[in-house]
């Protein structure tokens, strides 16, 4: 009785508040974004937000739903393979135990079946990035990105595609093609504007950049120009050369040789460092300079002559016979080994391309590559084989996007664009061990319209829907002038 009246005369004992555990709460919260983005239709933002969920939390009780719904983004997307992907995932493997099975199996099953007998590409093919282009120049104060990127999400930008060096911006003057100045060039600043061992860099932007935009569901495509590649590389042997046919002779060229084995060791290094910084795709830009049929090296030359058994002196002729050729004359005998010459340089230069990319999506399977190409490569292919070594057909049929690049284009070239795209299949990829690959898809370069200029870029999103097809899916917007940038 004693002890019972002690406890009950004692005072009670403070009750501990539960604390917020900051790892649930920030679990909640990228739980939050995710599926908030999935219910609002940026299913772009989606993507990125539940992969980063599965990644960072894969044993959560709500890996089954992001799964489900990053398979459904996957799909609005027209992002087939990657939707299957996870629906085989929840269906798991074939002939289980329904006992064994999770409450997402059976819906996952038939999303699957039906996109396996399904050939076009799903209803919400259309769907897109409405993306900006960002030059070094138009780049905010770095104090200032998180706001800006925020104001990009508002207007519903859904993709930046950032220069990855100065030499690589859309707005680079172009490189004369003739012999060297007698005076100089004036000096730019180089470097990349990645982490990277390989070169110099000016500024690592991406460090700042990428995280916060991710932050957002914005994705980030790095825009790169192989051939002025920012790589700590001055010896001569690795540069190109440019032929001169009217004086037979050759002077120093701007351009790494790509097809030197070196060269592409230094250029996968370089790309993989760019990858560390957590980019979404990466833009290979074309050629600014109409020189590919003239560009030679010491190496060039002596895998023509193994691989193809023709010496390269009846190149240097059937130069001097093109650059002589006169208007409605017909075409001189060497002209067959012109278009040896050059078509075989371009598949050299594609397989390089391929080998890159077959490199890097070992490292990132989701990693988007695309190729940037004239619009010559569509209206009069066979000039731009000549002119710059792109075969766009071939590109697509290695599984890369084409971007339709150069100056920046009215909104009415869309559609133009979207024709010649028209009517190519699954038939035409080329399988990797018979795995099929994500379907190509087109990028355009649009002038961002005059009343969206002093930093207001509310309706790009709403006129980027309208513009849509099926294969131009991603529209690219490009500012006039640095004062367009938020």
Not at 126 to 155: I, K
Not at 301 to 317: D, I, K, N, W
């Amino acid at each position: 009785m004693a002890l019972s009246a002690g406890c009950v005369g004692s005072p009670p004992s403070p009750v501990a508040q539960p604390m917020e555990n900051p790892a649930i709460e920030a679990e909640t919260r990228l739980w939050y974004q995710a599926s908030t983005a999935f219910s609002d239709g940026r299913y772009s933002a989606a993507i990125h937000l539940y992969e980063r969920y599965l990644t960072t939390y894969p044993k959560s009780r709500r890996a089954l739903e992001a799964h489900w719904d990053l398979g459904q983004s996957y799909e609005q997307m027209g992002e087939v393979t990657a939707a299957l992907k996870e629906y085989r995932l929840l269906a798991g493997p074939e002939g289980a135990p329904a006992s064994t099975q999770n409450s997402y199996a059976e819906r996952a099953q038939h999303r699957a079946d039906a996109l396996r007998n399904q050939p076009a590409l799903s209803s919400g093919a259309r769907s897109g990035h409405t993306a900006l282009y960002v030059s070094f120049s138009n780049l905010p104060p770095m104090s200032q990105v998180e706001s800006w990127v925020r104001q990009l999400s508002a207007q519903g930008i859904s993709a930046i595609l950032l220069d990855a060096s100065l030499e690589s911006s859309f707005t680079r003057p172009v490189v004369p093609t003739g012999p060297p100045p007698s005076s100089p060039l004036p000096a730019m600043p180089g470097g990349a504007l990645f982490a990277t061992s390989r070169g110099p860099v000016l500024m690592d932007w991406y460090g700042v950049m990428v995280p916060q935009a991710h932050e957002l569901g914005i994705s980030v495509y790095a825009v790169l120009d192989l051939f002025h590649a920012p790589l700590s590389d001055h010896r001569p042997e690795s540069r190109m050369l440019l032929y001169d046919p009217t004086r037979r002779s050759v002077h120093p060229w701007t351009q790494f040789d790509l097809l030197s084995p070196a060269v592409q060791q230094q250029m996968a290094q370089l790309l993989a460092d760019l990858l560390k910084s957590g980019v979404d795709g990466i833009v290979f830009r074309a050629r600014a300079e109409n020189s590919f049929a003239y560009e030679v090296s010491d190496g060039v030359l002596r895998q023509f002559e193994t691989q193809v058994h023709q010496p390269s002196s009846e190149v240097a002729q059937a130069l001097r016979d093109r650059m002589g050729l006169r208007p409605n004359e017909p075409a001189p005998a060497s002209d067959k080994t012109l278009w040896r010459w050059v078509g075989w340089k371009a598949r050299q230069e594609l397989d390089t391309f391929a080998r890159f990319k077959k490199y890097l999506l070992k490292i990132a399977p989701r990693l988007r590559m695309v190729v940037e190409i004239h619009p010559e490569a569509l209206s009069n292919p066979t000039s731009a084989l000549v002119n710059y070594g792109e075969d766009a057909a071939e590109a697509r049929r290695r599984g890369f996007d084409l971007l339709l690049g150069g100056p920046s284009r009215e909104a009415s070239d869309v559609r133009s664009f979207a024709g010649s795209f028209k009517g190519w299949s699954r038939d035409v990829i080329q399988s990797e061990k018979g795995e099929p690959q994500a379907l190509p898809q087109g990028w355009v370069l649009l002038r961002t319209p005059a009343e969206h200029g002093a930093g207001m870029f509310t309706g790009l999103a709403q006129q980027a829907d309208e513009l849509r097809t099926p294969d131009i899916r991603h529209l690219v917007f490009v500012p006039d002038a640095p004062a367009a940038i938020p």
